[in-house]
């Protein structure tokens, strides 16, 4: 789908949180703060384990989309504000996409935006 059979530019952030109005927030500031240029979030059932337990949770899960520039600074921003102890923050690597959304994305996130730390 991608035009110029290079990589897409694009790369989603994935973390979970507790509760729809933690996923809310967090996805509304990365927005506003121009570190996604969408967010989504759902629920889901998470079984891990935590400190000797096997944990059964149900969570959001919040899937930020942003670009390879800002991806740092959007998961070191992500740790700073996160609820929980250990969060997972994934970095996923975007192999295709409709190079108008992707053109739109990029749009979002840098046009007449601020420069952020650690980006280039």
């Not at 800002?70 to 690597?93: D, K």
Request: some cysteine; hydrophobic content about 40%.
């Amino acid at each position: 789908m991608n035009e110029s059979h290079c990589p897409p530019a694009l790369v989603e952030i994935v973390t979970t949180v507790s509760t729809e109005e933690q996923a809310r927030e967090l996805a509304r500031e990365a927005v506003e703060a121009r570190l996604a240029a969408c967010a989504s979030f759902f629920r889901v059932r998470s079984l891990y384990r935590w400190k000797g337990a096997v944990c059964d949770e149900d969570e959001v899960q919040v899937v930020l989309k942003t670009d390879e520039r800002t991806a740092e600074a959007a998961e070191r921003w992500i740790r700073e504000r996160h609820p929980y102890e250990t969060p997972a923050v994934l970095r996923v690597p975007i192999l295709a996409v409709n190079p108008d959304y992707e053109r739109w994305a990029l749009e979002s996130l840098w046009e007449e935006g601020p420069e952020r730390e650690g980006s280039s």
